[in-house]
C-alpha cells in the first residue's frame, strides 16, 4: 500500500473476508449431541447482523433440545439425512413432528422455538451449514421440547 493512502471507512470500500475450513472455529455455543463452528461472526469478521457456521451430527447421534433466542436461523443440509423434531402446538393436542431431510435441503426455524436435531443414519455423519439473524451464536439448551419463554411468558418472565 502506498505510504499516505488512507482506505475509506465509508460502507462501498470495505474489504471482503475468506474464510477458509482450516479457518473454522469451535469457540462458539455448543449443544450436547452435535459440534458447531463458526465462520461467520462478530468476532471474525466483524458481522453486524449475521452469524454462519457448520454443525456436524454424528451417526445414530440425538442432540439435546435448545433454541436460538430471538434469531431467525436457516439450515442447509450438506451431507448425511439430519432430522429436525420439534413440539407442534397447531393442532388438538401437541405432538412432535419429525422432519426428515436430505443433501440440498433448507430448513428455517423461527426464534425461539425448541427443537433438536438428530442424525438416524448409523454410518454417516450429517453435516449442515447455518445462518442466523443475529451476529453470535444464540444457543438456549433445554431439558425438553415444552420450554416456556419470552414469547409465551414476557421478556420479565411473568405470564401475560
Same mark, same amino acid.
Given at each position: 500500500?502506498?505510504?499516505?493512502?488512507?482506505?475509506?471507512?465509508?460502507?462501498?470500500?470495505?474489504?471482503?473476508?475468506? =474464510?477458509?475450513?482450516?479457518?473454522?472455529?469451535?469457540?462458539?455455543?455448543?449443544?450436547?449431541?452435535?459440534?458447531?463452528?463458526?465462520? =461467520?461472526?462478530?468476532?471474525?469478521?466483524?458481522?453486524?447482523?449475521?452469524?454462519?457456521?457448520?454443525?456436524?451430527?454424528?451417526?445414530?447421534? =440425538?442432540?439435546?433440545?435448545?433454541?436460538?433466542?430471538?434469531?431467525?436461523?436457516?439450515?442447509?443440509?450438506?451431507?448425511?439425512?439430519?432430522?429436525?423434531?420439534?413440539?407442534?402446538?397447531?393442532?388438538?393436542?401437541?405432538?412432535?413432528?419429525?422432519?426428515? $431431510?436430505?443433501?440440498?435441503?433448507? =430448513?428455517?426455524?423461527?426464534?425461539?422455538?425448541?427443537?433438536?436435531?438428530?442424525?438416524?443414519?448409523?454410518?454417516?455423519?450429517?453435516?449442515?451449514?447455518?445462518?442466523?439473524? $443475529?451476529?453470535?451464536?444464540?444457543?438456549?439448551?433445554?431439558?425438553?421440547?415444552?420450554?416456556?419463554?419470552?414469547?409465551?411468558?414476557?421478556?420479565?418472565?411473568?405470564?401475560?
Amino acid at each position: 500500500m502506498a505510504e499516505g493512502l488512507v482506505l475509506p471507512e465509508d460502507p462501498f470500500h470495505r474489504r471482503l473476508h475468506r =474464510i477458509a475450513p482450516a479457518a473454522l472455529t469451535s469457540e462458539t455455543a455448543q449443544t450436547s449431541g452435535m459440534y458447531r463452528q463458526a465462520a =461467520i461472526s462478530g468476532a471474525s469478521v466483524h458481522s453486524e447482523r449475521l452469524w454462519m457456521g457448520q454443525a456436524r451430527v454424528a451417526p445414530a447421534t =440425538i442432540s439435546a433440545n435448545h433454541h436460538h433466542g430471538d434469531s431467525e436461523t436457516a439450515i442447509y443440509i450438506v451431507s448425511g439425512t439430519p432430522s429436525f423434531v420439534f413440539l407442534d402446538v397447531e393442532g388438538e393436542e401437541e405432538r412432535e413432528t419429525r422432519i426428515d $431431510t436430505r443433501p440440498g435441503d433448507f =430448513i428455517f426455524v423461527p426464534p425461539f422455538v425448541p427443537h433438536r436435531e438428530e442424525n438416524p443414519d448409523p454410518g454417516n455423519e450429517a453435516v449442515v451449514v447455518i445462518a442466523r439473524s $443475529t451476529q453470535e451464536a444464540i444457543v438456549v439448551n433445554l431439558p425438553d421440547l415444552r420450554w416456556e419463554g419470552p414469547v409465551a411468558r414476557g421478556h420479565d418472565g411473568r405470564v401475560g
